[in-house]
């Protein structure tokens, strides 16, 4: 193959975008033909599988094939791509009869309570009708086949890759408009009669062929970049607008005369009446309900991955591994350079830590808890029998955890802990320290309930985790007698965090530890697949917890968890850090430090507390429900925590993706130092961030409206559990829906500031 | 496939990589000089701080045959008086630029690797400063060299609100929608004859 021909093969162009889309379309669409095929088999035969997966692969083969890549240097090229996306690809995926098995590929709760209310709204089906109308389809593609071709517009394409873009989609869009009165695709019932195809094709060949006669034959080149454009392979500007002509003439002629052909002798043989408009001669058939309730998804049953979460060594060694990290990490921040970008106790804990424990709490559940590297100390404690106390009355609620929490962030921004890799070890070491005296004197769990401020982050988070340590049969545990989940038995602990299983709802209070799964003698515990915050919406009696609209404390520690998440990344921010010096030098101070810890506690204690006390007053005027205002605190502030953990996600993500890599380096770096050289060092390569500045900002703003909706939908949710008319719950909720809209608002303003990057810079251009 | 794995897809549906990989937009410079025929193509609205593809087409003079073996350097300079530095990201992640403090010139290479049509020679590059810069492509082919030049007017950055602006909707958008659909099933619900009035008991 000659050098040329192999450079047009490979040109080919990827849009991960495109790709994906088309990837999510296909697997939509097979997850329901899969159910319709088993139940509705000559509805659903495999070739419309494959029609509908051939249709979106000639789509991606017309944007990613070097089709694309020449498109602007060749009419010819231009025409083919245009040819794929208008005629071959359309009716395939029609053919595929898309619209049930896409249906029925959407969870069965988003097609039941979110689609369908659309599918049936008169409005939008009359809508669906006059647009699927064949002389409205006509027409549309008459209009967009000849408003494209005027030389000014299709300039325009060739100019600007947006509109480039947007030619496409019209000619696809207009393409599948006009191909759905020929194929006809189920469920929908055709309009006009079958002889009308024929002509309906006909008559778009005739605009077809007049287009293309006027490419063919014009005497000068019409599109202006095609003439300025360099020539290839010999040929010139105008003869390779005849060429596109002759494309567009004789294989797009094909397409409308060949299905108009066939469907005319389908209308003159003797079966031509097996399809009328308003009567189908197909039998009405049985459209059977969305796939019933399935058992959820189980981590526990999960090959491989379920029975080393099983195994209390599978926990163990878990534990060792943050345990051994954590010692390393103290060490180096104790006798390792003072350096945070260079130091373990600088990288791991404040980049990796921070960001893989908020990712697998959003992705999976709390299973950094599960791996607590705190565990051997309070087993150590544990051992030295002198556990006879219980945790003091006094204590059993959250609120010093919500001070020790408070305490944290303050000392964080304070004292600058991830900039100073000696207090990040003398914390870790204060915290072996308590972890082992606790558990030495109380029994139970009282550390990890009462006093851990980094388990009670997690315990918030865990809130709108998508996976729940909960009974897999409620009726197995009604006939239980031991309930050995909590007792525990002779070979297994129970809970220590006194959970009974069958009354535990939602994941506070749960460390995802296991014992209720291995103490359970009827293997009656997994690890389930639940919707994420939907717990947040009932309000029943929790085992050791009580109602949640009585528990002041856990309303405070949500308000703290979500009002941290905004203020810990503002306090990086240049203009936040520009006001603070501002105000120091208004007063006089040498050091902006004063100002910082004034902020801190107006951001995380006055302002959160405030603005909820307002709310809470101010909906349940405004709504005359007879609710008392601390119920409506208790409630709706855990309804905010979807956007505080949105927030936390999208602020760790950010250090991820920038400082991602130097964790080698600093590996590296403290290997060396201790005599035991790694690789070889990567000296004066410069660390790529994972994502770029545009692409980091969408990740973050997505990831904040995902936040943004989940809190709107609890808030909805909870405010009808008071009110039944919607006036009424929105006026309940409206409050706290504009202190979500301000956090969001002020957290994109937030992503939007240069940040301070605080050490966590590349670490090698240091070294 | 499981929930999470859906919200997982079509998040990803909304991920703009944001690179510069169009091959170019509008044409530049198209010259024949020495045994090559040259055309510069650079998209058509570069912006200060955004990637922008810079291509290059080589062609045998004579035959029109693309030339897949030249070496391409492209020598940008800043718009004058500017203030630009040599910064780590004038060329993206793709490539380096190198900086001459005495010229104030940066030199990038151009490759076949880097486009998407193999014909071609692209080097996607950010222009950190505003104006008019001064693009020279010098193309080197068996002892035969020659240079071409345009000018690259860049425009100052749009706000980044509004490349958010898509992603800021979506919230509002979601809430419509949702509002329409409690409506809907709202609408439904009262339609339906409640279990407790005569029509719906079943006639003894």
Same mark, same amino acid.
Request: charged share 15%; net charge positive; with cysteine.
């Given at each position: 193959?000659?050098?040329?021909?192999?450079?047009?093969?490979?040109?080919?162009?990827?849009?991960?975008?495109?790709?994906?889309?088309?990837?999510?379309?296909?697997?939509?669409?097979?997850?329901?033909?899969?159910?319709?095929?088993?139940?509705?088999?000559?509805?659903?035969?495999?070739?419309?599988?494959?029609?509908?997966?051939?249709?979106?692969?000639?789509?991606?083969?017309?944007?990613?094939?070097?089709?694309?890549?020449?498109?602007?240097?060749?009419?010819?090229?231009?025409?083919?791509?245009?040819?794929?996306?208008?005629?071959?690809?359309?009716?395939?995926?029609? =053919?595929?009869?898309?619209?049930?098995?896409?249906?029925?590929?959407?969870?069965?709760?988003?097609?039941?309570?979110?689609?369908?209310?659309?599918?049936?709204?008169?409005?939008?089906?009359?809508?669906?009708?006059?647009?699927?109308?064949?002389?409205?389809?006509?027409?549309?593609?008459?209009?967009?086949?000849?408003?494209?071709?005027?030389?000014?517009?299709?300039?325009?394409?060739?100019?600007?890759?947006?509109?480039?873009?947007?030619?496409?989609?019209?000619?696809?869009?207009?393409?599948?408009?006009?191909?759905?009165?020929?194929?006809?695709?189920?469920?929908?019932?055709?309009?006009?009669?079958?002889?009308?195809?024929?002509?309906?094709?006909?008559?778009?060949?005739?605009?077809?062929?007049?287009?293309?006669?006027?490419?063919?034959?014009?005497?000068?080149?019409?599109?202006?970049?095609?003439?300025?454009?360099?020539?290839?392979?010999?040929?010139?500007?105008?003869?390779?607008?005849?060429?596109?002509?002759?494309?567009?003439?004789?294989?797009?002629?094909?397409?409308?005369?060949?299905?108009?052909?066939?469907?005319?002798?389908?209308?003159?043989?003797?079966?031509?009446?097996?399809?009328?408009?308003?009567?189908?001669?197909?039998?009405?058939?049985?459209?059977?309900?969305?796939?019933?309730?399935?058992?959820?998804?189980? =981590?526990?049953?999960?090959?491989?991955?379920?029975?080393?979460?099983?195994?209390?060594?599978?926990?163990?060694?878990?534990?060792?591994?943050?345990?051994?990290?954590?010692?390393?990490?103290?060490?180096?921040?104790?006798?390792?350079?003072?350096?945070?970008?260079?130091?373990?106790?600088?990288?791991?804990?404040?980049?990796?830590?921070?960001?893989?424990?908020?990712?697998?709490?959003?992705?999976?559940?709390?299973?950094?808890?599960?791996?607590?590297?705190?565990?051997?100390?309070?087993?150590?404690?544990?051992?030295?029998?002198?556990?006879?106390?219980?945790?003091?009355?006094?204590?059993?609620?959250?609120?010093?955890?919500?001070?020790?929490?408070?305490?944290?962030?303050?000392?964080?921004?304070?004292?600058?802990?991830?900039?100073?890799?000696?207090?990040?070890?003398?914390?870790?070491?204060?915290?072996?320290?308590?972890?082992?005296?606790?558990?030495?004197?109380?029994?139970?769990?009282?550390?990890?309930?009462?006093?851990?401020?980094?388990?009670?982050?997690?315990?918030?988070?865990?809130?709108?985790?998508?996976?729940?340590?909960?009974?897999?049969?409620?009726?197995?545990?009604?006939?239980?007698?031991?309930?050995?989940?909590?007792?525990?038995?002779?070979?297994?602990?129970?809970?220590?965090?006194?959970?009974?299983?069958?009354?535990?709802?939602?994941?506070?209070?749960?460390?995802?530890?296991?014992?209720?799964?291995?103490?359970?003698?009827?293997?009656?515990?997994?690890?389930?697949?639940?919707?994420?915050?939907?717990? =947040?919406?009932?309000?029943?009696?929790?085992?050791?917890?009580?109602?949640?609209?009585?528990?002041?404390?856990?309303?405070?520690?949500?308000?703290?968890?979500?009002?941290?998440?905004?203020?810990?990344?503002?306090?990086?921010?240049?203009?936040?850090?520009?006001?603070?010096?501002?105000?120091?030098?208004?007063?006089?101070?040498?050091?902006?430090?004063?100002?910082?810890?004034?902020?801190?506690?107006?951001?995380?204690?006055?302002?959160?507390?405030?603005?909820?006390?307002?709310?809470?007053?101010?909906?349940?005027?405004?709504?005359?429900?007879?609710?008392?205002?601390?119920?409506?605190?208790?409630?709706?502030?855990?309804?905010?925590?979807?956007?505080?953990?949105?927030?936390?996600?999208?602020?760790?993500?950010?250090?991820?993706?920038?400082?991602?890599?130097?964790?080698?380096?600093?590996?590296?770096?403290?290997?060396?130092?201790?005599?035991?050289?790694?690789?070889?060092?990567?000296?004066?390569?410069?660390?790529?961030? =994972?994502?770029?500045?545009?692409?980091?900002?969408?990740?973050?703003?997505?990831?904040?409206?995902?936040?943004?909706?989940?809190?709107?939908?609890?808030?909805?949710?909870?405010?009808?559990?008071?009110?039944?008319?919607?006036?009424?719950?929105?006026?309940?909720?409206?409050?706290?829906?504009?202190?979500?809209?301000?956090?969001?608002?002020?957290?994109?303003?937030?992503?939007?500031?240069?940040?301070?990057?605080?050490?966590?810079?590349?670490?090698?251009?240091?070294? | 496939?499981?929930?999470?794995?859906?919200?997982?897809?079509?998040?990803?549906?909304?991920?703009?990589?944001?690179?510069?990989?169009?091959?170019?937009?509008?044409?530049?410079?198209?010259?024949?000089?020495?045994?090559?025929?040259?055309?510069?193509?650079?998209?058509?609205?570069?912006?200060?701080?955004?990637?922008?593809?810079?291509?290059?087409?080589?062609?045998?003079?004579?035959?029109?045959?693309?030339?897949?073996?030249?070496?391409?350097?492209?020598?940008?300079?800043?718009?004058?008086?500017?203030?630009?530095?040599?910064?780590?990201?004038?060329?993206?992640?793709?490539?380096? !630029?190198?900086?001459?403090?005495?010229?104030?010139?940066?030199?990038? !290479?151009?490759?076949?690797?880097?486009?998407?049509?193999?014909?071609?020679?692209? !080097?996607?590059?950010?222009?950190?400063?505003?104006?008019?810069?001064?693009?020279?492509?010098?193309?080197?082919?068996?002892?035969?060299?020659?240079?071409?030049?345009?000018?690259?007017?860049?425009?100052?950055?749009?706000?980044?609100?509004?490349?958010?602006?898509?992603?800021?909707?979506?919230?509002?958008?979601?809430?419509?929608?949702?509002?329409?659909?409690?409506?809907?099933?709202?609408?439904?619900?009262?339609?339906?004859?409640?279990?407790?009035?005569?029509?719906?008991?079943? !006639?003894?």
């Amino acid at each position: 193959m000659s050098p040329i021909s192999q450079a047009i093969l490979s040109s080919w162009s990827f849009d991960p975008k495109m790709t994906l889309g088309i990837v999510a379309l296909l697997v939509l669409y097979l997850r329901g033909w899969l159910v319709l095929h088993r139940t509705l088999p000559a509805r659903f035969p495999r070739w419309r599988l494959f029609a509908f997966a051939g249709g979106l692969v000639v789509l991606w083969l017309a944007i990613a094939s070097p089709l694309d890549a020449f498109s602007s240097l060749l009419l010819s090229a231009h025409m083919v791509q245009h040819l794929l996306l208008m005629s071959v690809a359309p009716p395939l995926i029609l =053919l595929g009869a898309p619209l049930l098995p896409l249906l029925r590929g959407l969870p069965r709760k988003i097609a039941r309570d979110g689609v369908a209310p659309f599918l049936i709204w008169p409005a939008l089906r009359r809508l669906g009708n006059a647009l699927i109308n064949p002389l409205t389809c006509w027409i549309v593609m008459a209009v967009t086949l000849s408003a494209w071709h005027v030389p000014a517009a299709f300039d325009l394409a060739l100019r600007s890759p947006g509109w480039h873009k947007v030619e496409h989609a019209c000619f696809f869009g207009a393409s599948v408009l006009f191909w759905w009165p020929v194929v006809r695709p189920f469920p929908s019932k055709p309009q006009w009669p079958l002889w009308s195809v024929p002509v309906y094709l006909l008559a778009t060949d005739l605009l077809n062929t007049a287009l293309s006669a006027i490419l063919t034959f014009s005497d000068h080149v019409l599109f202006r970049p095609y003439l300025e454009a360099p020539r290839l392979f010999g040929t010139t500007a105008l003869s390779d607008q005849s060429c596109a002509g002759v494309i567009m003439w004789v294989p797009g002629s094909l397409v409308f005369l060949i299905p108009a052909a066939l469907m005319a002798m389908q209308y003159l043989s003797a079966g031509h009446l097996l399809v009328r408009p308003g009567r189908t001669a197909l039998k009405p058939v049985y459209v059977p309900p969305l796939p019933g309730t399935k058992t959820p998804f189980d =981590l526990l049953r999960m090959p491989i991955i379920g029975p080393f979460f099983r195994a209390q060594s599978g926990r163990r060694f878990m534990q060792a591994v943050l345990f051994m990290a954590a010692i390393a990490v103290t060490i180096d921040g104790l006798f390792g350079p003072q350096v945070s970008s260079m130091n373990l106790a600088g990288v791991l804990p404040w980049t990796y830590g921070r960001a893989f424990a908020i990712i697998a709490l959003l992705a999976a559940g709390n299973f950094f808890c599960m791996a607590c590297p705190f565990m051997f100390f309070r087993e150590l404690g544990r051992r030295l029998g002198l556990r006879q106390r219980s945790w003091p009355q006094a204590l059993r609620s959250k609120w010093f955890a919500i001070v020790l929490l408070v305490l944290f962030f303050w000392c964080y921004e304070v004292f600058g802990l991830w900039d100073k890799p000696i207090w990040t070890a003398r914390l870790i070491i204060n915290y072996f320290l308590a972890a082992l005296m606790i558990d030495a004197l109380f029994r139970g769990a009282s550390f990890c309930k009462y006093v851990c401020p980094i388990g009670q982050f997690q315990f918030v988070a865990s809130l709108v985790s998508p996976l729940e340590v909960k009974v897999r049969q409620a009726d197995v545990c009604a006939s239980c007698k031991t309930h050995d989940c909590l007792r525990g038995n002779e070979r297994q602990r129970g809970c220590e965090m006194n959970l009974h299983l069958p009354r535990k709802s939602g994941n506070l209070d749960c460390t995802f530890c296991l014992d209720c799964v291995r103490a359970c003698p009827h293997e009656n515990i997994g690890i389930m697949a639940v919707v994420p915050g939907m717990d =947040l919406v009932r309000d029943a009696p929790r085992s050791s917890i009580g109602r949640l609209s009585r528990r002041l404390d856990i309303g405070a520690l949500a308000l703290v968890f979500v009002f941290a998440g905004f203020a810990n990344p503002a306090f990086m921010t240049a203009p936040v850090v520009a006001f603070q010096d501002a105000v120091a030098a208004r007063l006089g101070l040498d050091s902006p430090l004063a100002v910082t810890r004034v902020l801190l506690l107006v951001a995380l204690v006055f302002l959160p507390g405030t603005l909820a006390l307002a709310a809470a007053y101010g909906s349940r005027v405004a709504s005359h429900v007879s609710v008392g205002a601390r119920e409506l605190f208790c409630r709706f502030s855990l309804s905010l925590v979807p956007l505080g953990a949105a927030m936390w996600a999208g602020h760790f993500l950010f250090h991820l993706s920038t400082a991602w890599g130097s964790a080698w380096t600093v590996v590296q770096r403290a290997a060396k130092d201790t005599g035991w050289p790694l690789l070889k060092s990567r000296d004066g390569e410069l660390v790529s961030p =994972l994502l770029g500045a545009d692409a980091m900002h969408v990740l973050q703003t997505l990831v904040l409206d995902a936040g943004l909706l989940l809190t709107f939908y609890l808030m909805w949710r909870v405010a009808l559990t008071y009110a039944s008319r919607g006036q009424d719950a929105l006026r309940l909720l409206a409050p706290w829906a504009a202190i979500s809209i301000g956090l969001y608002a002020f957290g994109i303003w937030i992503f939007l500031q240069p940040m301070q990057m605080r050490g966590m810079a590349d670490t090698m251009s240091r070294l | 496939m499981n929930r999470v794995g859906y919200i997982l897809a079509l998040s990803m549906l909304g991920l703009s990589l944001g690179d510069a990989r169009a091959d170019g937009g509008i044409m530049r410079a198209h010259e024949v000089q020495g045994p090559f025929v040259v055309t510069i193509f650079t998209a058509s609205e570069p912006q200060q701080g955004s990637p922008v593809d810079v291509t290059v087409m080589v062609q045998e003079r004579d035959s029109n045959d693309a030339i897949l073996d030249a070496t391409v350097k492209l020598i940008l300079t800043p718009p004058a008086r500017s203030l630009a530095k040599p910064v780590e990201e004038v060329c993206g992640t793709w490539g380096t !630029a190198g900086f001459d403090p005495n010229s104030e010139r940066f030199t990038v !290479a151009a490759t076949r690797r880097l486009a998407s049509n193999k014909l071609l020679y692209a !080097a996607p590059i950010k222009l950190d400063v505003a104006g008019t810069w001064q693009l020279r492509a010098s193309i080197q082919r068996e002892g035969d060299v020659v240079k071409i030049s345009c000018s690259l007017p860049v425009s100052p950055p749009p706000h980044k609100l509004i490349g958010l602006l898509p992603y800021l909707i979506l919230p509002a958008l979601m809430v419509a929608l949702f509002a329409v659909n409690q409506w809907l099933r709202r609408q439904s619900l009262g339609k339906l004859p409640s279990p407790l009035t005569p029509q719906a008991r079943p !006639a003894c």
